[in-house]
């Protein structure tokens, strides 16, 4: 029985420690857990999807629609989605006035922009915490399909232009063969993106914590167990006589020297600001975001 214990004392150490570590990340996950609490009582509507273009069905908006309400309180945020299947050219344009000469690309910009501000979304206040997808189907005099993501209050300042264009390329990239996975997907990814800046709920839920401490218990014993199959009896000198290579001719030679140099160009480094592609809508508002073309 001792020598059973003994051959796998290693196995139930691993255990006992990733144990350990499993009821310490659900305590801490648990601790960390922030439980938002919506305080804009101004918003025109409730609605989160907007899908004009009518590229869902029934069931896939209202499942849509599930899955931005767990997200916003989990994180914070207003998330918004607007399928759209028409030219912008002719709107956008009468903005100008407001926000200057506009390109095709910034077409969705500007509607985006005002379907926020003119149904006051924001987690927190109007105007306030949130994102929205635009997701124009209409091929524009260009030949382009635009899309854009707004994004305003603290998303705004915590995406950059780098994040905004990672979740629009990722979320979007089979949007035309599934439109339903393409949105959720990007409410999927808005999550992961805010929750990385330490707001909402942990990443890894509390209770898959404990499970994944096993499995990696698990794939650390299998992995490790061979180690104890036997010791190296041989070496490179085992069948030289006297245990130890004896070298006939020793010598130094210099053949030649080579120097290279180099210059290394330094520049000095400055700090982003953060907040993709800040403007100001049409509406006087301040808004983050960035676009996406297919």
């Known amino acids: 029985m001792k020598k059973y214990l003994g051959y796998f004392k290693i196995w139930f150490i ?35 999807v907007f899908d004009y273009a009518d590229k869902m069905t029934d069931e896939e908006e209202e499942s849509l629609r599930q899955k931005i309400a767990v997200t916003e309180d989990a994180i914070g945020c207003d998330i918004i989605v607007v399928t759209l299947n028409e030219t912008l050219e002719e709107y956008a344009k009468s903005y100008e006035a407001q926000i200057g000469p506009v390109e095709p690309y910034q077409y969705t910009m500007v509607y985006a922009d005002n379907f926020y501000d003119e149904h006051k ?35 705004e300042y915590e995406y950059s232009s ?20 393409a949105y959720s997907l990007f409410v999927d990814l808005v999550a992961i993106d805010l929750a990385q800046k330490g707001e909402g709920a942990p990443l890894i839920p ?27 009896t041989i070496s490179t000198t085992t069948y030289v006589e006297g245990g130890k290579p004896e070298i006939l001719d020793r010598r130094d030679i210099f053949i030649n020297k080579t120097v290279t140099k180099r ?30 073309s297919r």
Not at 264 to 291: D, L, P, Y
């Open 14 to 48: 691993v255990t006992g420690i990733f144990l350990v570590i499993g009821i310490g990340c659900k305590i801490y996950t648990s601790i960390q857990k922030v439980d938002f609490v919506r305080t804009n009582t101004e918003a025109t509507t409730t609605e989160r």
């Open 121 to 155: 979304f924001g987690y927190n206040e109007p105007y306030g915490d949130g994102v929205l997808l635009l997701d124009n189907w209409y091929r524009e005099k260009d030949g382009r399909v635009y899309s854009w993501l707004c994004t305003t209050g603290k998303a």
């Open 162 to 181: 780098e994040m905004i264009d990672s979740t629009l390329n990722l979320s979007l990239e089979n949007v035309e063969e599934n439109p339903y996975e």
């Open 206 to 232: 509390a209770i898959f914590s404990f499970p994944l401490a096993l499995i990696a218990a698990v794939i650390f014993f299998f992995v490790n167990r061979g180690g104890k199959k036997g010791s190296k």
């Open 263 to 292: 210059v290394i160009q330094t520049e000095s480094s400055s700090k982003s600001s953060g907040g993709g592609g800040s403007h100001v809508s049409a509406g006087g508002r301040s808004h983050g975001g960035g676009g996406h």
